[in-house]
T-cell receptor, first 114, second 115 residues
């Protein structure tokens, strides 16, 4: 059974804190994605990665960075958390850029910045 | 950028009835993939059904089927014999090959199945 695991389901952080959201997949997928989900806005792509140590900006990268040191792990970093980053964050993975398969999702992390 | 539009923020259906969720998209591409994802209250997004644009035949998966109208850029999801477990948020998604397989999502339709 394929699995994408996000390290936390709920997080509460203070404004200005550095926040790490971790995602691990066990499917040997090359592609990994971070989305932000807000009511009425759907899923918006923050960053994605095709391979280890590479990253590409999505539609809303401002205020975020990512790290992919190992193929199975993709981290989202909020350098200085702000209240407008309170949201649901979803990690996903898919096979590679050449095979057109669906994305598999983690269970989501609901982040609250106070 | 590709855009995906779901014009029905909320819908409801009686148990055992049929419901159709609409989705339109905007692209100049001829080859692409379309998906419907389900997000139940547990939050885990799961794939419901997928359609490849070059295939004319509409995809079906048990009680779920799509009506894919390529010229109209329309991709609706039909759920037959609705069950309480179908209560969820449904997202339509577009994927363009050879772009790193980026997925573009609609804003979602919240479906409630009424007993």
């Amino acid at each position: 059974d394929v699995k994408v695991t996000q390290s936390s389901r709920y997080l509460v952080k203070r404004t200005g804190e550095k926040v790490f959201l971790e995602c691990v997949q066990d499917m040997d997928h090359e592609n990994m994605f971070w989305y932000r989900q807000d009511p009425g806005l759907g899923l918006r792509l923050i960053y994605f990665s095709y391979d280890v140590k590479m990253k590409e900006k999505g539609d809303i990268p401002e205020g975020y960075s990512v790290s992919r040191e190992k193929k199975e792990r993709f981290s989202l970093i909020l350098e200085s958390a702000s209240t407008n980053q309170t949201s649901m964050y979803l990690c996903a993975s898919s096979s590679n850029r050449y095979s057109y398969t669906e994305a598999f999702f983690g269970q989501g992390t609901r982040l609250t910045v106070v | 950028a590709q855009t995906v539009t779901q014009s029905q923020p909320e819908m409801s259906v009686q148990e055992a009835e049929t419901v159709t969720l609409s989705c339109t998209y905007d692209t100049s591409e001829s080859n692409y993939y379309l998906f419907w994802y389900k997000q139940p209250p547990s939050r885990q997004m799961i794939l419901v059904i997928r359609q490849e644009a070059y295939k004319q035949q509409n995809a079906t998966e048990n009680r779920f089927s799509v009506n894919f109208q390529k010229a109209a850029k329309s991709f609706s999801l039909k759920i037959s014999d609705s069950q309480l477990g179908d209560t969820a948020m449904y997202f339509c998604a577009f994927m363009k090959p050879n772009t790193g397989n980026q997925f573009y999502f609609g804003t979602g339709t919240s479906l409630t199945v009424i007993p």
